[in-house]
């Protein structure tokens, strides 16, 4: 980092092109942390919502009693108790599920969910 920001930015000190590296590794060891399992959870919602013709409700009520995300098992059951959080929560996954077309082989509409959530990073 600090070669490219010498090459870069020739009026750069050592110190700000260290400072800036690491920064941009907590920024995405956050955004990592953040996303992690949440194709995941779309994916499992998806199913239920596809094959079973559920509601994204019960979907989601189902996928949180699974207890198989327990990183975000809080949002999840936020989402249960709150309009708003359930809101957010489903036009999220419509928005990671939009491209997954109707009739979508599984392994496909995972690959599909989890680009989608990697895109929103």
Aim: some cysteine.
């Amino acid at each position: 980092a600090i070669k490219l920001a010498s090459t870069t930015f020739q009026k750069i000190t050592a110190s700000l092109a260290y400072y800036g590296y690491f920064e941009c590794k907590q920024s995405m060891a956050y955004d990592r942390t953040w996303y992690k399992d949440l194709d995941g959870v779309h994916f499992e919602i998806w199913c239920r919502v596809t094959e079973k013709q559920m509601s994204f409700r019960d979907a989601l009520a189902e996928v949180c009693k699974l207890n198989r995300f327990p990183l975000r098992q809080r949002r999840l059951e936020g989402a249960l108790k709150r309009d708003y959080t359930m809101e957010r929560l489903e036009s999220e996954y419509h928005t990671c599920t939009a491209k997954v077309p109707p009739g979508t082989e599984k392994d496909k509409a995972k690959e599909l969910i989890a680009k989608a959530v990697k895109n929103r990073v």
